[in-house]
Nanobody, 124 residues
């Protein structure tokens, strides 16, 4: 089994910053892409940012709505990923979910694992 545990959510004023973290643990051989999605009230889940694994060069991909305001980083040795969010807006209010493509051994097919989500509320 694999667990993804998010932290760092909360209430922040417009224009403020937050840093989210996600730590993966359990039966992990390797993690490929790892990152963040979000789902706002009455909206579909959308990409925030993901970052490829070592074999993919560690390249980030950002959602259009957050480009220029967020930075994703990764510590592959610790199976953790961080999301620095700046210049937050009310429309960034959502539940943020960590996601990872996990290999449990070198011969297994990867599967997509999700965290339980952390609430981010941007409000004055």
């Amino acid at each position: 089994q694999v667990q993804l545990v998010e932290s760092g959510g909360g209430l922040v004023q417009p224009g403020g910053s937050l840093r989210l973290s996600c730590a993966a643990s359990g039966s992990i051989f390797r993690i490929n892409t790892m990152g963040w999605y979000r789902q706002g009230p009455g909206k579909q889940r959308e990409l925030v940012a993901v970052i490829s694994g070592y074999s993919g060069g560690g390249f980030p991909t950002y959602g259009e709505s957050v480009k220029g305001r967020v930075t994703i980083s990764r510590d592959s040795a610790e199976n953790t990923v961080h999301l620095q969010m700046n210049s937050l807006k009310a429309e960034d209010t959502a539940v943020y979910y960590c996601n990872a493509d996990v290999y449990t051994d070198r011969f297994a097919q990867p599967f997509s694992s999700w965290g339980q989500g952390t609430q981010v509320t941007v409000s004055s």
